[in-house]
């Protein structure tokens, strides 16, 4: 078994910036929790409760729909 840093997750500012590292990671890669854990000396369930919470907040937002009317072409017609 794993053993879990007590960094992550954590107050301070080392806990806050394992956790951003920790969260991009996730983001950025296609690493599985099983993979992505060991990299940061947590288990995978202490991965997932780390990152859990923070999904909500790091979603993009939906793009607005687009107005009627407007000539999203400029300008610009074929020869």
């Given amino acids: 078994m ?6 992550l997750g954590s107050s301070g500012a080392g806990g806050r910036a394992a956790t951003a590292s920790l969260v991009a990671v996730h983001y950025r890669t296609n690493l599985i929790m099983r993979q992505l854990a060991p ?15 923070l999904r909500p907040l790091l979603a993009l937002q ?6 009627v009317g407007v000539d999203r072409c400029g300008s610009w017609t074929a020869p």
Wanted: net charge positive; hydrophobic share 35%.
């Fill in 39 to 53: 990299l940061f000396g947590i288990s995978p369930a202490t991965g997932c409760r780390v990152i859990q919470p």
């Fill in 2 to 7: 794993l053993k879990s840093s007590p960094e």
């Fill in 62 to 67: 939906p793009a607005p729909p687009p107005v």
